[in-house]
């Protein structure tokens, strides 16, 4: 007990919680400390994060399958599945000086087969600069803004909305288990879309917030957000009051909001530099919780990645709040992201189950994988350092495969046995599943290597 105290005091401090672990590798696995079940049953210990079917409201199904059905719009299954995989394999613009130095490497490997160590006649010098401008071409990714007109945001409507949903719906959930008493009042969702977010929020929250900013550049989008919260009557009142529709983020750095949230849209942006601007600005805005979303890919993981530094990092030059960040989920750290190999990176990301939209097309259910970063105001001393389960879990005979995230720094592979490391932890490991958190304080584990040989997670797109 004493140890585990110690343990749960010097969290904030990796290094030493892993000299501990060296020191002390026997003592008590199981979070006893703070009486972790109570007269809870394992299966709904407080680690247990997923959900298990997440269904969109009636009142959206309705009206989404209504204009679905008097929609004269062609082959619209075939363009809800060129869109989503067209958005799922989608990459980061690549920058000016990436694709300079990129330019530079392809001539001078040019250089080096034609052994042209010195200058070129003109002739040739035009040959090689050809030839290294259609090796860029071949090799480099072309990144296009996308113009959501009103058809692109009809089809974005019928692939993407209820796959949104299904994520921000998960990343909610998370933030109304672990942290009961938090109420927003206010939300600021930035590239709303088809208004995914605000009904997700209303799910859970509908009762305390009473504003919903809804803020995207298209104004074709924010027309079918708007058409969709009316229902099929399409009277002059919103089935969700408080929802306001804007192009533009509030000017005002003194204007918060409790809750902010940019679900699949951090891709939207042209440059790195827009990136950092308006996760700064995002930022400040947030009173309470930042919800950043994107896809499960290694392009998402990373472009959320790059906010969690950017904000861990403090590098905005005005300060308008000094209150510290800190990062909620799904890291238990504040550590660089382990993932983020040099030698390979893996995704961090995650799935929850769903019921997709009524279209023919869809099956009776499907899955959406995300990736995800929740920070908030605060340094988050009260959280339990609980590692996060980062695989689907194995359940064998008398013991449970995971493979976890832990608040180290590390990646660790964990066998868990009843004998081992105690009844409760083994029956809470089992009634885990990936994304969950796993209450123990130290576990007698190894580096996982599965993450050399392959991942069950990794995107291969």
């Known amino acids: 007990m004493a140890a585990a105290r110690c343990l749960r005091k010097t969290w904030n401090y990796p290094m030493a919680f892993r ?50 059905t008097e929609s004269s719009m062609r082959n619209l299954e075939q363009q809800t599945k060129a869109l989503t995989n067209y958005l799922w394999s989608r990459k980061r613009p690549l920058e ?22 010195g200058p070129l006649d003109e002739e040739a010098e035009a040959k090689l ?92 989008m ?53 990136r950092v601007e308006t996760v700064q600005t995002l930022w400040r805005k947030t009173g309470g919780f930042l919800v950043l979303v994107e896809n499960g890919t290694k392009e998402g993981h990373q472009m959320l990645m790059e906010a969690r530094d950017l904000i861990l990092k403090g590098t905005d030059e005005v300060v308008h709040d000094p209150t510290e960040p800190s990062v909620f989920a799904p890291c238990p750290h504040h550590l660089p992201c382990p993932r983020l190999s040099p030698d390979r990176i893996l995704p961090c990301n995650f799935t929850q189950t769903y019921f997709p939209l009524p279209f023919s097309w869809n099956p009776p259910k499907k899955e959406e994988k995300f ?14 350092p609980w590692p996060r389960i980062t695989k689907p879990v194995l359940c064998r005979t008398r013991h449970v495969h995971v493979h976890l995230c832990c608040p180290d720094g590390s990646l660790q592979h964990a066998v868990i046995t009843s004998k081992k490391h105690s009844r409760d932890i083994y029956r809470c490991a089992r009634n885990c599943e990936c994304g969950d958190r796993l209450p123990v304080l130290n576990l007698d584990s190894e580096p996982d290597s599965g993450e050399e040989r392959g991942d069950m997670n990794e995107d291969h797109s």
């Open 129 to 220: 600069q050809k030839k290294v401008l259609d090796a860029l071409r071949k090799s480099t990714y072309h990144w296009e803004e996308l113009k959501y007109t009103e058809e692109l945001s009809f089809i974005y409507m019928a692939a993407r909305m209820d796959g949104v949903f299904a994520a921000v719906t998960r990343a909610f959930h998370e933030i109304q288990k672990r942290v009961s008493d938090f109420e927003p009042r206010t939300l600021l969702d930035f590239g709303s879309g088809t208004g995914a977010v605000t009904w997700a929020a209303h799910g859970i929250w509908g009762k305390s917030i009473n504003e919903y900013m809804n803020i995207d550049s298209s104004a074709s």
């Open 222 to 274: 924010l027309a079918l957000a708007e058409r969709l919260m009316k229902g099929i009557s399409e009277d002059k009142n919103l089935c969700i009051p408080g929802v306001y529709f804007r192009q533009f983020l509030p000017v005002s750095p003194k204007v918060k909001f409790d809750l902010v949230v940019s679900a699949f849209s951090l891709n939207e942006l042209q440059s790195y530099a827009q």
């Open 96 to 117: 000016a000086a990436d694709l300079r130095r990129k330019a530079h490497e392809l001539e001078q490997k040019f250089r080096e087969k034609k052994n042209a160590t």
């Open 371 to 384: 990736s995800y970063l929740i920070l908030r105001r605060g340094s988050g001393e009260l959280e339990q």
């Open 19 to 68: 000299g501990l672990a060296t020191v002390i590798p026997k003592v008590s696995q199981v979070d006893n400390s703070s009486d972790f079940l109570g007269k809870i049953p394992h299966r709904q210990h407080p680690g247990i994060l997923h959900l298990k079917n997440v269904r969109l409201p009636s009142e959206l199904v309705e009206v989404a399958q209504f204009l679905v």
